[in-house]
């Protein structure tokens, strides 16, 4: 059983980014996961769950904070994401990274730390999108999904795999106010 732990944009939000991305036929991304902002990916993140008292433990000190998302970007040419602009989420992530403390070897694999780039998936080749597909997506994405919504963050949501591929929400912890 795998874990990661997001951030969820306002519901009106995730709504129409859910939509937007059901809008593309061959496109499996919303069977995985509902739309989020990934804090910290998988590693380090046990079965056993010892590491949620931490994960709490953390937030129950760190004050809620603004967020924005912003335009469409690429990760190479297989991955399309918004943006995100949020200084303090970086802060939480490293908090967070250090407190779990994984592998360096996990912390590489997972782009975490140094590497690590706050976003919101839209589309993905892995999910039976076509690089063309995700082409005209981030075009169309700059027209369907703005504005950008600047919203505050005051929690965080811990997600399990229920199946393989799958993650359904486990737990939200909320920040500090």
Known sequence: ?????????PEPYKNKVEAFRNSWENHRINEAVEPHITLKAQGGLTPDEEWITKVKEVCESFPTFDMTIGKPKFFFDNILYLSIVAEQ?????EKIVKTINPSSELIKQ???????VPHMSLGKTFYGM???ELID???????ELTP???????????YREVEPQKYERYMDIPLSI
């Open 130 to 132: 076509t690089k063309q």
């Open 1 to 9: 059983m795998q874990y990661f732990i997001g951030v969820v944009p």
């Open 137 to 143: 997506m981030a075009q169309l994405a700059e027209e």
């Open 110 to 116: 997972y782009f975490e730390l140094d590497d690590f």
């Open 89 to 93: 989420l970086s802060v939480l992530h």
């Open 148 to 158: 950008y919504p600047p919203f505050k963050v005051d929690f965080i949501r811990i």
